[in-house]
């Protein structure tokens, strides 16, 4: 079955940069869009970036356009969110998720695999 991974969150000072990684098995994942989610106390998940495997087309939140990137490693299977010029409000659980549709969606709901998520603290 699809199974998706993530790590590399942790504590970093605002202004710092982290890298969180999605390892993706259990079928292939060219025609699928990855993305990543993130969670907030009390608040809704939110779309933060998106790619197509196969066209390695992007969509980014506004709230991270220029700060993260969203790079692919087909050979490892692997999904990664750069994030770099952190500011404490990027503070939430980060989540990987998977689209088999191949459109790239910012709604959490078109999202059929997710990650167990991984926990991204920015001090200020």
């Known amino acids: 079955q699809v199974q998706l991974v993530e790590s590399g969150g942790g504590l970093v000072q605002a202004g710092g940069s982290l890298r969180l990684s999605c390892a993706a098995s259990?079928?292939?994942?060219?025609?699928?869009?990855m993305g990543w989610f993130r969670q907030a106390p009390g608040k809704e998940r939110e779309f933060v970036a998106a790619?197509?495997?196969?066209?390695?087309?992007?969509n980014y939140a506004d709230s991270v356009k220029g700060r993260f990137t969203i790079p692919r490693d087909s050979a490892k299977n692997t999904v990664y969110l750069q994030m770099n010029s952190l500011k404490p409000e990027d503070t939430a659980v980060y989540y990987c998720?998977?689209?088999?549709?191949?459109?790239?969606?910012?709604?959490?709901?078109?999202?059929?695999?997710w990650g167990q998520g991984t926990q991204v603290t920015v001090s200020s």
């Open positions: 790619i197509n495997w196969n066209s390695g087309s992007t």
């Open positions: 259990g079928r292939s994942f060219s025609s699928y869009v």
């Open positions: 998720a998977a689209d088999p549709s191949g459109y790239i969606r910012t709604s959490y709901r078109r999202y059929a695999y």
